[in-house]
């Protein structure tokens, strides 16, 4: 079994290739990186299925050590012995600690500039999640889980701290961790997450603080706190004293260590070394330190006499009984006597590995209930450094009490420490307890001669020769009294000293030039030591920050190439299908071109979906967030869930779904409808507990989908509706995505998304893009779906669902829902936000199950025609699912078919000949432009059907030029409507004609397209896409129509932005409206773009029909691009020339093409 | 050392406390009563403020000092505790009012009781607080100061009585000022003695969790209010409401302030109508929660 893991949560798949590079650059193979909208989940995961007994959980953009495994080891041995095995949970290297509430850092990050010098871990009431190392024996073993009710990746961090200790585990942060990190957090997204719902709540019912003190700065809740009495069935806790028990509990105390008290006086302070006598004995009473304290008063200079001194003596030890109290003397005539009294003092102390030196003045005292930690820190061998208050005191001394004593800003903090290594007399003495066996050997070794250095050249020496730790602990009080007097006069003993130190220390080889120079470079850069000094600056700073720059490599990776560009063509066919209860829900099965290959999209899980969903699934936090906060508008969604007898465990999954939103205002209406089963609604009373968001209501009798569904819409509070099945599931940014669109348009009454599918496992697949709003394609077939969100207004107006139309109530809601509407108001979101759940016992599996679904939605659409007074009758589409909307011709009017043509007169006879067959409508004549024809062949066949009335035949007689061509024959047409058709093209279906001039009659139409198929029955044209660049692409090209389960979305009428002027119809009077065809940019090419695009311009639609079928043999008579470009340089380059005038012309415009998906790019 | 104090024959202290608190007490209070010179006996009374069971199992007497627990058998504030316990004990002439977490000085009793004994009209003396120094203002000459902190005190009895006690509505915080001002109202006067000395290892460094310092800024500034409106009417409640409306605190914490004191309003506590122009000097609200000057 392995002793632990590694995961890394990756902010999106783009990340995780990116380190998955890195670790196979440094080795670090073996960790896990995942990504996802949830670390609560992630944490949970990690709780239950890491192998091994440990778990380090690192962000995306933290360095690790390249021998981090070691230094987990050394975390465990650390907290192991810091807290017991037992007796921790996690640790970190950054957060506040449990000492002063302040922050510190075993990390390098944008902000931080001190480490603070300690190697022992330091337990922490909250802890930042860069790097966390999970003790999962102990999590497991206390049952630990994230809290239900938060998901996301805010604070996920300080709750599992919080769980740890409300299960007694103390949590901590450790040097052993440190880390890199490559940003500081996104404070913005933190004070949001912190005001939110669902924090809010969670603490609220945990605990009764108010105030959480974290290292993005403190966080003030609006709790409840009973100021008088607790009332008894409140369970709520003080946070603040689960953390003390818990680190009280874990905190053994070792085996009893002696601390020797050393202080040095000439008795002449009688009154301030009781104060200091005062503190030590409260100390010593403490209850439980396991510490001895002994007391050795080192007498110097002392000028009592005999008598005085042996009366003293008596008195102390009577004063403080029980307190071991020594009196050393040091010999007269000594010239050092600060020094030597402490030397002679250490070499009077038994030696041992427990006996410890904490040398403190007679002006000092102590502070006692810093001794409650004391044994535990203190370790054999390590000098310990504390810290220090300064009072500003005024002493009489014949009074046993100070006249003022006042505490100063001026705090030895142990961050500030480390100015004592680069020669700065920074720690107080007082504020370190020596091992006694460091002290003893200092002066055994080092010949320490002078006075007023001796503290700073103990601890210098010391750090040299032993180990070091430095713990927040507040160990004492110094008394500060008076001007500097040392300095002032005694100045030259001052210099003496320490050159005689310096000397010593630099002799010893402890002290090298630089860093000397290192230290004058930090005096002078700088300045003075405040308070708090850099920790308080740095709490500052962090407190004030705003938004970071997200990581380099981040960025670079963002700019990687997508490997799905390279994709050419895709062809999208669905299913319709009946869901769950009667909801109608569209499958897609995806199939696209790559490089001559043909991929599909099965509705299983397939890999390349799951490259897609890993590239384009970008889950840019911070920038949602940001987002989030600037939107304006933030309207109550309402999310509505008609519940009837589903599995708790995909409500469970679909509550859970809108509970990560990020976005939160919203509600959730969860409307049984009178289930039998019990569990459902177990489930449902549960949730509803949850969060105040969650509405739970029980219908008394069933009433089926439609009508539970209008019950909960009616109880809705929001502006707007959206509606979710049972056992589906949102994305967490769906109603983020949807308020965003709101953001941009306030007027929208309707958005959709694009959706997939869930299997069991949860595993997506299938896919549906879909294009921008189409009322024609959605005549054709309910592809808006889900996920649906409406303006509660307009459906209110309209009534909700109707009962009767169960299987397409969706499709009828939607259609009344539009007529109350416009185009513009209704918005396609092209990104997944909802995931269907494909479940065996429902009907996904089956479409033909539910044929009353589909014949509900037959009447749903000739419903709508009626209500419109459209002429039309609804017939059946080519699969289930489908619907095509037949309209009625009015009146025949003539249609003129203008045909161009240079010889080639085979491709022309059998298209003439397939229209005359074929063509059931009457009303037509056909233009024949003569392009210069040359053979003769073409003069025979010309004079033959010159006898046929239906047609004419008219001269063209200069250079090929398309648009002129065309448009001198639209002049000579005598028609209402113009068809213009390639002369390699061949009549499919009879009624084509009809089925164009159908659509081309309708007002709001400019042009109407064809399906043209290559002979092989594969597709030329059903339609033209805008991509990038204005470059037009004709969908589902060279996809055949025959293949295996085809159902296409091709397969339908449906608004394009342009259509193939192979075969379009127009009507004359609007062609010659918007200036025909462009003869001088676009004589040969893209002639027909610009025409449909002007349309669209002037707003009218281009209606593409599956219902007018014809082959077309493209290319066969210009060849295709490379063949052009070495037979025709020249016509090659105006081709060049006009693509480039289009870009010019139309960029613009056309930033989107919006009936088709960006994702299928 | 060794300055020749008048022995104290007896002493009565209340110590309002609950059982977390009591091993400190017993560790640094109870020892350095024991150590107290110049008194020959102390009574301590702790007061069980949680009203719940019985916490103290030691033993009765260490050395001069006797210890014994009384129990209100509810939970009650910090006035009510003590007008309990001067109900229950009926102190003869001075009671000593002592929190649990101090370590005493040694002539600390001494110093309080002698004070108070020095003039009939001291009605109260007050301790004095070490190593956190309450940087009060007080008379050198005199000693006279406006109030006296709750944390150490020494109260006659006799005045305590006809004052009806502390005003239990404060709960918790400002009782000791409005103690403090009904004194200087009934013709007494609050007396501070610097000499008295006990340690308070508490403030800054220890045992401050972040939920008592919400409680402390709650109590003190729902009673700041209060405490104007008692002493200056409904205009000294405007003036209050002013006030706190500048002070840095969020507003749903201002706006639960406010509900507070309207509950309390509407009990309709005593209010001493016009306010005390005579004790100008003692009686004052210098700004928000503050009632003295503060010296550097």
Redesign the interface.
Known sequence: MKKYEVFRLCRDAKTIELIAAQNKEFGFEHQKLITGPDYFDFLDQIIETCEGNYALVVHDDVFLPINIEHKIDKAISDMDKEFGKEGWGVAGNAGVEY???EAVRYIKDPHSAVVPNSSRPLPVISIDGNTLLLNLKTIRKNKIKMPKTIRGFHMYDFLLLVECYKAGLVSAVTPALYVVHNSGGNQKDFDQFIVSDVFTSYWKENF??????TINGNI?I?NT?D???RNSKDKRK????II?KAIDSVRKKDSVKTINIITRTQLKR?NSL??LL??V??GS???DTNLKIKVILAVNNCTLDEKSLVEVET?LKS?YEGLEINIIFCPEGEHFPRVSSIKKAVQSIESGENEFVWIVDDDD?I???SLDDLNKLLTPGTVFIGEA?S?SESWDEK?????????QSINYHTNNSYRNFFGENHVPVSAVIYPQLVLKRIFEEYELKGDYFEDYALIFIAQNIASVEMYPV?LV?ISVHGNNTIVSTDRARWDYSYATFMSEIVNKGLVKKHNFEIAEKAKRSEGGFGAHGVAEAELNAIKARKIYKIIKGIEKAKRAPRKLKEIKQKSLHSIRRNGLRGFAVTVIKHTYRTKGKVWQFPNSNNEEYHQWIAKNEKWDVSRAHYELENFKYKPLISVIVPVYNVDPKWLDKCVESVLKQQYENWELCLYDDASPSEETRKCLLKWKKVDPRIKVTFGKKNLHISGASNVAIKEAKGEFIALLDNDDEISSDALFEVVKVLNKNKNIDMIYSDEDKLDLDGKRSGPFFKPDWSLDMFLSTMYTCHFGVYRKSIIDKIGGFREGYEGSQDYDLVLRFVEQSKDERIAHIPKILYHWRMIETSTAYNPNSKLYAYEAGKKVVAEFLQRNKIKAQVKDGRSLGFYHVEREIEGSPLVSIVIPFKDNVDYLEKCVDSILKKTSYKNYEIILVDNQSSEEKTKKYLQKIQKNSKIRVLNFNKPFNYSAINNFAVSEAKGKYILFLNNDTKVINEDWLSRMLEQAEREEVGAVGALLLFPDKTIQHAGVVIQENVSPVHVYYGISINSKGYVDLMDVIRDYSAVTAACMMIRKNLFEKVGGFDEKDFAIAYNDIDLCLKLRKEGYKIIYTPYARLYHYAGKTRGDDDELREKNPKRYAQFVQEKKNLKDKWLEYIPNDPFYNPNLK | ?GNKIKEIEKVTLFCSVAEGEL??A???LF??LS?QRGVKSIDLYLVNYTGKGTMYNGPEKVGKLSVREINPKK?V?FGEAHNFAFETVKPKDFFIIINPDV?M???CISELVNKIKEENDYAIVEG?Q????H?KEYDEKTLETPWASGFCMTVRSEFFKKVGGFDDNF?MYCEDVDLSWRCWLEGYKVIYN??A?A?H?TG????Y???R???EH??STRNFIYIVYKYWGEEGESRAKKMLKKQPF?D?FKQEVLR?FDELKKTKPRVFKGGPAKYKDKIKVLGFNQYHEMR?
């Not at chain 1, 009074?399 to 505490?407: A, D, N, W």
């Open positions: 000492f002063n509430y009764i603080n108010r105030n959480i003190y003030e609006k706190i100021y008088l009495k003080d946070f603040y004293s003390d009688s009781k104060r005062d503190s004995k409260a009473l403490m209850p008195r004063d005292f502070f006692p209930p208050s009072f009074k046993s009490f100070p006249l003022r004593s006042s505490i507040h009080g | 050392m091993k400190k017993e560790a640094w020892h350095s150590k939970q504030g370590y000085h040694e002539n004095r070490l190593p956190f120094e940087p709960w610097p000499r000395i340690y290892y800054n460094y220890f045992s969790t972040p939920t310092y919400f409680l709650f109590w969020p749903y507070s550097k």
